[in-house]
């Protein structure tokens, strides 16, 4: 049973595109909800052993820390955290090298 369905039959709420129910929103048989939660946190650990190509994955983890960076929101954070993280390199968890 495919999800508009199931949400016309009211057996739950769907998370559907609203382009392929415009006419089910139009007439009421389905309506938006408002609701933005707020999911928790989440934890990175990067872990890599000692080897010769140690720092390209240094610069791969990195990157990877700045783009998560990039798209957290920090603004409900204490005023004594500036968001960088540990060593002020955007790193927010524990670090093993």
């Not at 920090?74 to 968890?93: A, V």
Request: no cysteine; charged share 25%.
């Amino acid at each position: 049973m495919e999800r508009r369905s199931m949400a016309l039959d009211s057996l739950g709420i769907a998370v559907i595109p609203p382009s392929i129910v415009t006419a089910e929103s139009a007439d009421g048989r389905l309506v938006d909800l408002d609701i933005f939660p707020k999911l928790p946190d989440l934890q990175f650990v990067a872990d890599w052993l000692g080897t010769p190509d140690r720092r390209t994955l240094e610069e791969v983890v990195e990157i990877a820390f700045l783009a998560v960076e990039a798209t957290v929101d920090r603004s409900d954070e204490p005023s004594g955290n500036d968001g960088r993280g540990i060593n002020g390199r955007g790193i927010n968890g524990p670090v093993h090298s």
